[in-house]
């Protein structure tokens, strides 16, 4: 049976490489749902901000009729005003619906990040570990071969002292 030869050396090379292409892949994933999560907070604000105008405009309203100073006119213009209202805010929550599903898809994405970086640091441990093993049995079968040639040369010395005596 033929064993391959590995180059240890080159092999964790490439992982390095892979782990640091998943390492700035998760880092680029992180600052893209960073801004995702600022532009769900913006969607927020604006929509929140609509509906703080349009409670400010009812209680206008409210206050200029009970102050009796609310003609036909203005009653049809701020009618049509908090119509517009309505609008801008079903708009902004509508935004603020997409901004949160972007920013969910987002998340998806960056965990998938998180585990490709966690294989790569796996698959790189590994490799340093398989490393580690075939250093030692290189170094084991170097004892080995030094211990039988001392053997050898002990056998040798004993045997040619043997013959030198006899």
Avoid: P
Avoid at 97 to 117: G, I, K, M, P
């Amino acid at each position: 049976m033929a064993t391959a030869m590995i180059d240890w050396q080159l092999l964790i090379g490439v992982r390095e490489r892979r782990r640091d292409a998943a390492r700035a892949g998760m880092q680029q994933e992180q600052r893209v749902a960073a801004a995702c999560a600022q532009q769900v907070q913006q969607a927020e604000a604006d929509w929140r901000a609509q509906l703080a105008a349009r409670s400010a405009h009812a209680q206008a309203l409210r206050d200029s009729v009970s102050g009796g100073g609310a003609s036909v006119e203005a009653l049809r213009q701020s009618g049509a005003w908090h119509g517009a209202l309505g609008a801008r805010i079903a708009a902004r929550a509508q935004a603020l619906v997409q901004a949160q599903r972007r920013f969910a898809q987002q998340q998806a994405v960056l965990a998938q990040a998180r585990r490709a970086l966690l294989k790569a640091d796996a698959e790189l441990e590994q490799a340093c570990k398989m490393q580690q093993r075939r250093r030692r049995e290189q170094l084991r079968i170097v004892e080995l071969r030094i211990e039988d040639a001392l053997e050898e040369t002990g056998t040798q010395a004993w045997d040619a002292r043997r013959r030198e005596m006899a």
